[in-house]
Each structure stands twice: as C-alpha cells, then as structure tokens.
C-alpha cells in the first residue's frame, strides 16, 4: 500500500541494502508484490495454543501428523515491533531434574510451584479458566527461591516480573504468557487502590476494551494463564492499605498461600544442605545453570 515506506523501514532494520532512487524502489515493490511462495504461513501475535500447535516467539512446537493426516498449516509469532522473547534454554532436561527437581521433593511450597508451570499449558485442553496463587509471608523466609524454581520451567531469572507497572502493559505481559504461567514479584509495589482490578484482569482472561481513533471497538487482548505472585501481605491486606475492601470475587482468583511451613522458613527439608539459607543459595545457582528445557517436553 502507498508508496511502500513501512516495508522498506522493516527491510533495512533487518539489514537489508536497497538501493535510494526511484527505480530501484519500484523494482522491489514489483518483486515482492509479484512473488508466488510454494507455502503460506500463518502469523499470530499471541504466544500458547493455536489449534494442535503451540506457539512461542521463537518456535512453533507441532505434534507430526499421522500419516493419513495432511500436514498441519505453519504458524509463525509476529508483533507489530521488536518483543523479548523470556523463554530461553540452558544445560539439558536430565540436569533440569537432578539439579532442580530433585530438590523439590520434599518441599510442598517448591513442589507446587513447579507444578503451576507444568499446569499452564494445561489449562485450555481441560476446559479451565485462569486463576492465580500469591505466596505470602515475612522477608527472607524464602518466596523469591519458590518463584525462581517455578519461572526455570520456562526460562532464566529474567522469566520473572515485577508487579510494578501499568494496567496497560500488565495486559501486554499476560497475552505473552498466555497458556503459560505468569510470575509476578513483589505485591508491594503495585498500587493497593488498583491490586484489586489488577487480580481481577489477569483471572478474566480480557484486556479492557478501547476504541480506535475512528471510534471504533478495537479487538481485545485476550489470554488464558496461572500465575504465581509473591509479597510480604496478601492481597486483601494491600487493598486495605489504599482504603479498598476485598471482595470474595478477588481473593478466588488470587488466593493466598502461607509461604512458611516452619517459623521463617519455606522448607519442610534441606535434603544434605546444612540450614535454609545455604539450601535456598544453592537452588538460586541451579536455576541460573539448568532452565527452560521442561517446556519444550511438556
């Protein structure tokens, strides 16, 4: 369309050399519009579930087709500008298990934690809706090593979030996470007067609804996901403190969890770790080694 200015801006950010004059830009519009591809993708801008294939920004995961089925249609992840891609990959599956899992067992808090991440992708074949978990309890008692086993399912330190941002981008996030397992830190540092509506948007599964400039209905972000929060006061705590009242609606779809099992610790065993402090060190350093690999087999 027009004279071809976006394409051209997309082709030379990907590197691509085209020549200044007229005819040289008439000539690419000429070829591209012209072109006959043997194959035709379909492109998404929402990660997770699309029909038997699950999309993630960097691959497309497709079960391989009986041999009286025909093979199924490409998808390919496409924004309209550069994204992060949080889902990354590092050591191999085996380690993941001996490294992180293994320590797990025991530990009901870190148990269940991962099990949300295996839970996500879950969720829309069982017909269930999203919902959340917010693990409550004093600094230092060993929320952030609950999050951290929980987010190696899927990639690195860097698969957490923050709390901290606006209702706009929080629904950006979630459609990124959708069919996944959302991991917000740090309850605190949301607003009390919105944390409310904030539980509510992630478990709705519906961004709001806006209008283009034409007033227009434009189409929402939609998504289905778990997510797992941590915070020092449960959810309904934070909203006194902005002079809001939970209602059962909200505290259903974030529910809150005790993160201690004994005073000041998350940890019903250390396994051959001497003391929760060391034990929680040496998760920290696991998860940082082996991650990402128990998405791609899930």
């Known amino acids: 369309a027009s004279d071809g200015a976006e394409y051209r801006a997309v082709l030379l950010g990907m590197g691509l050399r085209i020549a200044s004059g007229t005819k040289a830009r008439t000539l690419l519009t000429m070829y591209l519009q012209t072109r006959q591809p043997a194959e035709i993708s379909q492109c998404t801008d929402r990660v997770g579930w699309h029909g038997r294939a699950f999309v993630l920004p960097r691959e497309t995961l497709q079960q391989a087709p009986a041999d009286d089925e025909e093979p199924p249609e490409r998808i390919v992840y496409q924004t309209e500008g550069p994204s992060e891609n949080p889902f990354r990959v590092r050591g191999t599956l085996d380690g993941w298990r001996a490294k992180v899992a293994a320590l797990c067992v025991g530990n009901s808090r870190l148990t269940f934690a991962v099990s949300l991440g295996f839970a996500g992708p879950l969720l829309r074949p069982a017909g269930l809706d999203s919902g959340g978990f917010h693990v409550v309890g004093p600094s230092s008692t060993g929320k952030t090593t609950v999050l951290r086993v929980a ?14 941002q606006t209702d706009n981008h929080l629904e950006a996030v979630a459609a990124q996470s959708c069919d996944l397992l959302l ?3 740090e309850l605190a540092q949301v607003d009390p007067k919105t944390a409310g509506e904030c539980a509510y948007l992630l478990a709705n599964d519906t961004g709001k609804g806006r209008a283009t400039r034409g007033g227009q209905a434009r189409a929402r972000l939609t998504w289905r996901l778990l997510f797992l929060s941590a915070g020092e006061i449960g959810l309904a705590a934070h909203m006194a403190e902005g002079g809001k009242r939970a209602r059962a609606g909200q505290e259903l779809r974030m529910v809150d969890i005790p993160a201690e099992v004994a005073t000041g610790t998350i940890f019903e065993t250390t396994h051959d770790f001497e003391g929760g402090a060391v034990f929680a060190l040496h998760l920290a350093k696991a998860c940082e080694a082996t991650y990402g690999l128990s998405l791609i087999h899930i």
């Open 183 to 185: 991991i917000l830190d």
């Open 151 to 164: 987010a190696s399912v899927y990639g690195g330190p860097s698969y957490t979030q923050r709390w901290r």
